[in-house]
């Protein structure tokens, strides 16, 4: 898992510094930078995908760093751009998170008590993953008018993509998972680490701390381009979906350039 996070962030660095004429193109806007953290919700393959338990039990935690273009405000000049409908109502978030959580199996057969329902609930994940990504974001809000404390808070929602490493893990409380595997899970079980991407919706707010910081709190789903995330993949019909995941995330984020 190391290589992967060495990679991530190497890659993270290089897309945003890496050349100094892309340097100098970003000093010419304002830049803002922060950090992000809140309770991570896990719908992957351990439980039913909507059964209030499972997606009420399957909790982790995430943090994150984020850097931000507001392209309404320009640093060179320490003044506002000049006015346009994107440069008032759009921010660029690039992002580098971790996050990582316990799965358990809940359900009806979770809850029997007999050699199946104990091999369910013996069978523990364990899911860690890093995504360095780049977000658009809309405010139907003036930035410009929120800069200036026109009102307090500005709402946005968001869509992008993220660049994913994970690395799964499962084991039984029973003893050797061979030999206390749920029959449906033979031969899909992956201990491998890897790679994907994720598409990420989401939704938040700001809130004007100061002229120069902000609080922020932040919604995103993220679905992921594999099933494998939590180390399962099999066939049954009620966990056909990719794996996905539902973050809210708390933070505050402060202005480079005032």
Same mark, same amino acid.
């Given at each position: ?15 945003? %510094?890496?050349?100094?004429? $892309? ?17 991570? $919700?896990?719908?992957? @393959?351990?439980?039913l ?7 009420? #039990?399957?909790?982790? &935690? ?15 000049? @320490?003044?506002?751009?000049?006015? #346009?409908?994107?440069n ?50 809309y ?9 200036a404390?026109?009102y307090?808070? $500005?709402?946005?929602? #968001? ?6 490493? %994970? ?5 039984? &409380?029973?003893?050797p998972?061979?030999?206390?595997? %749920?029959? $449906?899970?033979?031969?899909?079980? #992956?201990?491998?680490?890897?790679? &994907? ?19 922020v ?15 399962? @993949? ?15 995330? %708390? ?8």
């Open positions: 898992m190391t290589n992967i996070f060495k990679t991530l962030m190497l890659g993270f660095l290089l897309f945003f %510094f890496g050349k100094g004429n $892309a340097s100098a193109q970003v000093g010419m806007v304002g830049q803002e930078i922060g950090i992000v953290a809140g309770p991570v $919700a896990y719908f992957t @393959d351990y439980g995908r909507w059964n209030l338990k499972t997606n009420s #039990s399957n909790i982790g &935690t995430g943090v994150g760093l984020v850097y931000y273009l507001n392209f309404a405000y320009k640093a060179d000049c @320490d003044c506002y751009a000049r006015y #346009s409908f994107f008032d109502h759009f921010r660029v978030r690039a992002e580098v998170d971790y996050h990582e959580g316990e799965l358990n199996h809940y359900g009806p057969i979770a809850q029997k008590e007999n050699t199946r329902g104990e091999q369910l609930r013996g069978m523990i994940g364990k899911v860690s993953a890093f995504e360095v990504g780049a977000h658009l974001e405010y139907p809000l003036s930035i410009r008018d929120y800069t404390f026109a307090p808070v $500005a709402p946005y929602i #968001s869509l992008g993509f993220n660049f994913v490493g %994970f690395d799964p893990y499962t084991y039984s &409380t029973l003893g998972l061979e030999d206390n595997i %749920f029959p $449906a899970f033979e031969g899909y079980v #992956s201990q491998e680490p890897g790679t &994907t991407w994720s598409i990420v919706a989401g939704a938040g707010m700001r809130y004007k701390l100061s002229i120069g910081s902000d609080l709190m932040n919604m995103q789903w993220r679905y992921y381009n594999t099933d494998w995330l939590d180390g399962l @993949d099999h066939d049954n019909p009620q966990n056909k979906f990719n794996d996905m995941m539902f973050w809210l995330n %708390f933070g505050y984020i402060y202005y480079l350039n005032f």
